[in-house]
């Protein structure tokens, strides 16, 4: 089992910054693969990124160049540092595990096992 708890979440506007983080605790071996999907009002959740086991990372084209994700191996937590944020980024911020770490190319549709609650994010224009 592997439990998940998002933070960071918050109200800014376009332009503007903020940082989530997602700590991770239980089974180390099903969290190979980590990311964050985010899911806004009236859409389908969507991918953002993605972190494998070997510090791989994969980001969805909308967030390219403005997104970060990375991990704190000693403190269990991963990261999404977002810069320049648009009212289009407004959603519910999930993170999520899984195991499967040869699935990294297939990681926007595999369907992860583990779900945190998720954190909001407003960006006003």
């Known amino acids: 089992q592997v439990q998940l708890v998002e933070s960071g979440g918050g109200s800014v506007q376009s332009g503007g910054s903020l940082k989530l983080s997602c700590e991770a605790s239980g089974d180390t071996g099903a969290r190979n693969l980590m990311a964050w999907f985010r899911k806004a009002p009236g859409k389908e959740s969507e991918e953002v990124a993605v972190?494998?086991?070997?510090?791989?990372?994969k980001y969805a084209d909308s967030v390219k160049g403005r997104f970060t994700i990375g991990k704190d191996n000693g403190k269990n937590t991963l990261y999404l540092q977002m810069t320049n944020l648009k009212p289009e980024d407004t959603g519910i911020y999930h993170c999520a595990a899984d195991q499967r770490w040869w699935l990294l190319d297939q990681w926007a549709t595999i369907g992860f096992a583990y779900w945190g609650q998720g954190t909001q994010v407003t960006v006003s224009s």
């Open positions: 972190f494998d086991e070997d510090g791989r990372t």
